[in-house]
């Protein structure tokens, strides 16, 4: 059964006696949860097919007159979590293990790419964070020295013609790391619990392939609770839409200072993104306190210009999917409370 924080236990309580005459409606809370010596293996996949339409006007490309290149990239990544230091009533101490980082990656022409990206050099590394029972992660400072630290082994080490990017997924990497339990976290007023129908707001990353700052607007709805063998599944349903802006204190990988792309990125200049849309969803452990996994899917549409002005604006396009899996359960630790809060 579920640990619940004791300031949520004092709600509770206090909800549950001066409720609603007659019958109260039950609300689940949804915490993350952690067990002393019980270790959470993840499988993160961040994958995205490329399409540059090279047009000469929006119009050829409509009526598909020019030439298509088509690329995609994949990553990878298995990351470990053990609690340290577990505090139920404040934060617990995980350390994080990325156990492998694999990066697949195929040119226009269909051809794989043999090339090492620099987000594999992570592999074996590890970092330590701190989580609340909302799932608000504190101290990103190890994590944030782990991403720069790929960012320098993205750039070619000849260096005398210059700054050279090869292409890398550090933006993927940051994408499922940096945002772990945001479904969760970014609920307000946690102890007041959720219902089928509940909806919330939040921000999420835009992985690229080139050097391009954007982020996500998410709406996130819990559409249903599941009653499963593994305990009660929360279903949480999202939407995404392009944001405005992107908030402060995201991390960047690269050093500042200007430097020039390698392939077909680095010929190209001054990308606008057009629309972006896209749905997920996510099964959310509510007795387990964890999530078990998530899928997200979107299509971001752009439009750039050559690094020469020849009056071709090329058109991009970019069907990205981001999953998560949890590769081992273990079992849930026996009577633990379960809370629901009574309007």
């Not at 540059?52 to 050829?60: A, E, H, I, L």
């Not at 290149?69 to 990553?75: Q, V």
């Not at 999202?238 to 680095?266: C, E, H, K």
């Not at 969803?281 to 050559?306: C, H, V």
Request: charged share 25%; glycine share 8%.
């Amino acid at each position: 059964m579920k640990t619940v924080p004791l300031i949520i236990c004092v709600v509770l309580g206090l909800s549950i006696l001066t409720g609603c005459n007659g019958a109260a409606a039950k609300k689940d809370l949804l915490s993350v949860d952690f067990q002393k010596g019980q270790v959470l293996r993840y499988k993160f996949v961040s994958s995205r097919n490329i399409s540059v339409n090279w047009s000469q006007t929006k119009g050829d490309a409509q009526q598909g007159k020019s030439k298509v290149d088509k690329s995609s990239e994949s990553m990878e990544l298995v990351v470990s979590y053990e609690p340290v230091e577990v505090d139920p009533y404040g934060l617990t101490n995980l350390k994080a293990t990325c156990e492998s980082v694999k990066v697949k990656r195929t040119s226009h022409d269909g051809r794989q790419v043999t090339q090492s990206d620099a987000i594999e050099s992570l592999t074996g590394k590890t970092f330590t964070f701190n989580v609340g029972p909302t799932g608000k992660i504190y101290d990103y400072s190890q994590l944030k020295d782990l991403i720069l630290e790929a960012g320098k082994k993205a750039f070619r080490p000849d260096s005398r013609q210059g700054k050279v990017k090869e292409p890398d997924m550090i933006d993927d990497f940051i994408a499922t790391q940096w945002f772990l339990w945001d479904s969760v976290s970014s609920m307000e007023k946690v102890t007041e619990g959720v219902s089928a129908g509940k909806t919330w707001k939040s921000e999420l990353s835009v992985p690229t392939s080139m050097v391009l700052r954007k982020a996500r607007d998410v709406t996130y709805t819990l559409e249903e609770i599941q009653q499963t063998e593994k305990g009660r599944l929360a279903v949480i349903k999202s939407s995404y839409f392009l944001a405005g802006s992107v908030p402060p204190g995201w991390p960047m990988p690269y050093p500042d200072g200007s430097f020039q792309m390698s392939g077909t990125f680095g010929f190209l200049r001054n990308y606008k993104v057009l629309d972006l849309q896209g749905q997920g969803e996510e099964l959310f452990n509510i007795d387990a306190g964890r999530t078990e996994q998530y899928t997200q899917k979107y299509q971001m549409n752009m439009e750039a210009s050559l690094l020469l002005a020849l009056g071709v604006n090329p058109l991009i396009t970019v069907e990205q999917t981001l999953t998560m899996q949890l590769l081992d359960s273990p079992v849930l630790q026996k009577e633990r409370k379960v809370g629901t809060v009574g309007n």
